[in-house]
């Protein structure tokens, strides 16, 4: 009896004793910032079990997101794609609320791995109403500024983390080999020098790299974003520029050309590299091992995590999806970390786990996989910090950030002829005159001038989509009070004559595009754009802005135009255009591309045997600012 009792009392001091430990909290090694990152992924991943790994290696849209379902399949990762948005016009706070919910999820697992929200922001936080939106890529390679590009970047950062967003899809460093590409406008440059040195923008995004950290992944803080590298790689050689087509090139030009911006990138310490639709020489980058794997992991020592395009693991059959289990097997065996799956998330994770246990796909894969998605989200500090605040909502659009824009857009113009040479030239135009015209289908229309990309994935047009200044705005804020401006969209040439104005500025150029929908094989500028410059230019002296994401047919019009501004898509602050075109700074802006004379001569890049521009690589007139 008396042994029975000292038992009993044993095992109700154990179960106290038990009690009193959990009470405290029993040490979670994983969970202590003091621990090495090495030493916490080790220890979570011991306790993970398959289907939790999967989870993290999954990413869905915020459509089909909920806090339950981020419990029940332990989702890694949440994304917006292009216009995917709680609401019209959303708050930062109803932002950061989604974001939150969805994080309470991940939150409330057995483990509590937070997950990480991302979003396409490739010029500004280019899906948020009010944020500013700075020119594409093309305008800023134009600028030749990389510290300029590394400031857009920081920038960048605040405003997507004022809406509670830790991670963007950006920076694209393509490097765009023909314009009749779509996303051409996403390149900085034909040249992969330039494009190497805007990978500056990592350094802005992510924060600046400790020099004994360099080519680790590296996110300095809370007022940082992770990076994404896109897209892996000769997304801008295909042929003709089709889009998500094949890349026909030799394993020395496609280290030559379009590998040197992911060297700089990975030194830089960018958390992700994305992964390209195309194909290299017929063989879908979805699925090619040996520049996944074996190049950018292995060769390269890229830590980070490779993700997927949207729904990238489908279309490596034709038709898309139309074998699953042979694209999800193809995919993960690559070396795609993560997969942006985005909407079937269950037969994602069931194909997946099935394809594990059968031994179609080796546990070691999985568990790199896991193993990268854990040591950015460590880096970055999501354990520590998983849930937003409010108290960055006043960087989205903040005045400062718009004045670096408006800086952007000064240093992006490039002028490409000013007057005849015998005459005086056109440029700066005078804020003193007693009647202007103002036209164009591009003179009045923000959504023109922001480009694809903008609140919408293919960009919209109008005044309503955002915030910001367009460029016959910019011109009354700037010309002389006594100066008369008058707006006619489209105006005629008995118009135009009977006016007698002193001189005309016309606006024109494409109208928003993105990816596939802006292949051209034309690179024609829509009317009535062609009618506008002749109307105008044929009665008055003239100044025609081009509002394009890449040089377009303008040769049968140079003779008729005075002068000739490329401003590629500005983005919100227009005010930038007519800081330039009156005087106050002056020309500064270099092609980042050749300008063609016909499309027939496509694809020509600079130090090409055939090169017979219209407007070579490089070239950009300059002018002085007027004295004050």
Not at 304 to 327: E, K, L, M, Q
Not at 373 to 401: C, W, Y
Not at 480 to 486: A, S, Y
Not at 577 to 582: G, I, T
Request: contains cysteine.
């Amino acid at each position: 009896m008396g042994r029975d009792y000292a038992m009993l009392l044993l095992g109700i001091l154990l179960v106290l004793c038990s009690w009193t430990s959990m009470a405290r909290g029993e040490y979670i090694k994983y969970k202590d910032p003091k621990q090495p990152i090495g030493a916490r992924i080790k220890d979570l991943m011991r306790r993970m079990t398959l289907e939790e790994k999967i989870g993290q290696m999954t990413q869905i849209d915020r459509s089909v997101a909920s806090t339950e379902v981020m419990k029940k399949y332990m989702i890694g990762s949440v994304l917006s794609g292009g216009g995917s948005v709680p609401a019209q016009k959303a708050s930062p706070e109803t932002w950061i609320n989604m974001v939150n919910d969805f994080q309470k999820g991940s939150l409330s697992t057995r483990l509590g791995i937070p997950m990480i929200y991302g979003i396409d922001a490739v010029h500004g936080h280019n899906n948020v109403y009010k944020a500013t939106i700075f020119p594409h890529n093309i305008g800023m390679g134009a600028t030749r500024d990389p510290e300029l590009v590394k400031k857009a970047g920081a920038a960048t950062a605040l405003e997507v983390r004022a809406t509670g967003i830790p991670y963007v899809f950006a920076p694209c460093i393509a490097v765009c080999r023909d314009p009749r590409w779509g996303r051409c406008y996403e390149s900085y440059s034909e040249d992969p020098k330039i494009v190497q040195q805007m990978t500056a923008i990592i350094s802005g995004l992510q924060g600046e790299i400790p020099a004994n950290s360099l080519g680790v992944p590296f996110v300095a803080g809370k007022k940082n974003v992770a990076a994404c590298a896109k897209h892996y790689v000769g997304d801008g050689g295909t042929t003709r520029g089709v889009n998500e087509d094949n890349t026909v090139i030799d394993w020395h030009g496609l280290l030559s050309i379009h590998m040197p911006g992911y060297y700089n990138s990975i030194i830089r310490g960018v958390a992700t590299v994305m992964i390209s639709f195309s194909s290299w020489n017929g063989v879908k980058m979805h699925t090619n091992r040996n520049l996944i794997t074996g190049f950018l992991k292995d060769r390269l020592r890229f830590r980070g995590f490779v993700i997927s395009d949207w729904r990238g693991i489908d279309r490596i059959t034709t038709p898309p999806h139309a074998n699953y289990s042979y694209s999800i097997e193809a995919g993960i065996h690559a070396g795609i970390d993560m997969i942006m799956v985005p909407y079937n998330y269950t037969e994602f994770i069931d194909g997946l786990i099935s394809e594990v246990k059968k031994g179609v796909i080796p546990m070691n894969r999985i568990d790199d996989a896991v193993n990268r998605i854990l040591r950015v989200k460590f880096q970055m500090g999501l354990f520590e910090n998983p849930l937003a605040d409010t108290s960055l909502v006043n960087q989205l659009g903040s005045q400062e950030h718009r004045q670096l824009a408006r800086e952007a857009v000064r240093k992006s113009l490039v002028l490409l002829k000013n007057g005849e040479s015998a005459n005086p030239p056109m440029l700066p135009l005078p804020k003193k005159a007693s009647k202007i015209l103002v036209a164009g289908s591009h003179a009045d229309n923000l959504g023109y001038q922001c480009g694809g990309w903008t609140i919408d994935w293919q960009g919209l047009g109008g005044n309503n989509l955002t915030v910001g200044t367009t460029i016959l705005k910019a011109i009354e804020n700037t010309v002389d009070p006594k100066t008369k401006v008058v707006y006619e969209e489209n105006p005629d040439t008995s118009f135009v004559k009977s006016n007698n104005f002193d001189y005309a500025i016309v606006a024109v150029g494409e109208h928003p595009y993105a990816e596939t929908q802006g292949d051209s094989l034309n690179l024609t500028m829509p009317d009535p754009g062609p009618s506008t410059i002749k109307h105008v230019c044929g009665a008055v002296k003239c100044v025609v802005i081009i509002i394009s994401g890449r040089p377009v047919v303008i040769e049968p019009y140079v003779a008729q135009m005075d002068a000739i501004v490329a401003a590629w898509l500005p983005g919100t602050e227009g005010q930038g255009v007519a800081d330039v075109l009156f005087g106050d700074y002056g020309f500064t802006g270099k092609l980042p591309r050749t300008w063609f004379k016909t499309v027939d001569q496509l694809p020509m890049n600079v130090g090409d045997p055939h090169y017979d521009p219209l407007f070579p690589f490089g070239f950009g007139l300059t002018t002085k600012p007027n004295k004050a």
